[in-house]
C-alpha cells in the first residue's frame, strides 16, 4: 500500500499537524452521559499506511462500544458504575439486597446517586445506584433475540449463520412493530395478534418452510401457517 496521502481521507480519519493520523468519532448526544464523553479519539499511526492497516480494528472496536452502550440495560449500567466507583465488595451486596440502612455504604450509594443525577445520568439509573436496589430487566423482543444468538452461537461458523438469520428476523420485526416496540416493549405485552402479523408479513415475501425455518419454530407444521 503506498504512503501517497489522498485528498479525501476515509470517514473518521483526520491528519494532525505532525503528520500523523487520528481516528475522531462524535457520540451520539444520547450516549454521551453514559460514556461521559462528546468525542471519542484514537490514535491510528505516523504513517498513512500504518493508519489504514489499524483502521478497520480502531473502528470495529468503537462501533462495538457505541452499540454495547446503547444496548446495555438500566440495571446492568447500574451494577457497573456502583462497582467502578465503590467497588466489588459494594456491587457484590447490592447484588444480594444487603446494604444496611443508615450505614457508610447506603450513603456513599447516595452521593454516587446524586453526582449521576448532576451529570444527567437516565432517571433508572440515578434510582437504582442512589437507593442500591436494583430492578429486574425488563425482557423485550430485542433482548430474546441478542440472547437467542449468543446461546446458538457456540463456533464460529453457527455464529456467521445464527448472526446472518437472526439479523433477518430483526429487520422484519422492525418492519412489522417498529424500532421503539422491538427494543422497549416488555416480552409479556407482545400479543397473538402481533405474533399474527409477523406471520403475515413472512409469508408475503417467503414460503411457508422458510417462514418456520426463520423463527426457528421446529414443532410448527408448515402447512398450519
Known amino acids: 500500500m503506498s504512503d501517497d496521502v489522498p485528498l479525501q481521507l476515509p470517514r473518521y480519519v483526520f491528519r494532525r499537524a505532525n503528520g500523523s493520523f487520528r481516528y475522531k468519532r462524535n457520540v451520539p448526544e444520547r450516549l454521551r452521559p453514559l460514556i461521559g464523553k462528546a468525542t471519542l479519539y484514537r490514535q491510528l499511526g505516523d504513517s498513512y ?29 447500574s451494577l457497573e458504575i456502583i462497582r467502578g466507583a465503590l467497588g466489588d465488595e459494594v456491587a457484590e451486596m447490592v447484588l444480594a439486597e444487603t446494604v444496611p440502612e443508615y450505614s457508610p455504604i447506603e450513603d456513599a450509594l447516595n452521593e454516587l446517586g446524586k453526582d449521576l443525577h448532576r451529570q444527567k445520568m437516565p432517571t433508572e439509573v440515578v434510582q437504582q445506584v442512589y437507593t442500591g436496589k436494583l430492578k429486574p430487566d425488563v425482557l423485550t423482543l430485542a433482548m430474546t433475540l441478542d440472547q437467542y444468538e449468543a446461546y446458538k452461537s457456540d463456533t464460529p461458523k ?17 418492519s412489522v412493530f417498529g424500532k421503539q416496540k422491538l427494543k422497549y416493549t416488555p416480552l409479556t405485552d407482545i400479543t397473538r395478534q402481533d405474533a399474527n402479523d409477523l406471520r403475515d408479513h413472512l409469508l408475503s415475501r417467503v414460503s411457508a418452510n422458510s417462514a418456520v425455518r426463520m423463527l426457528g419454530a421446529r414443532n410448527i407444521n408448515p402447512s398450519s401457517l
Open 49 to 77: 499506511r500504518e493508519a489504514m492497516q489499524a483502521l478497520p480494528l480502531v473502528h470495529a472496536r468503537i462501533e462495538a462500544l457505541l452499540n454495547d452502550e446503547a444496548n446495555k440495560s438500566a440495571r446492568e449500567r
Open 158 to 174: 453457527a455464529a456467521r449463520e445464527i448472526g446472518q438469520r437472526v439479523e433477518r428476523l430483526r429487520t422484519d420485526m422492525k
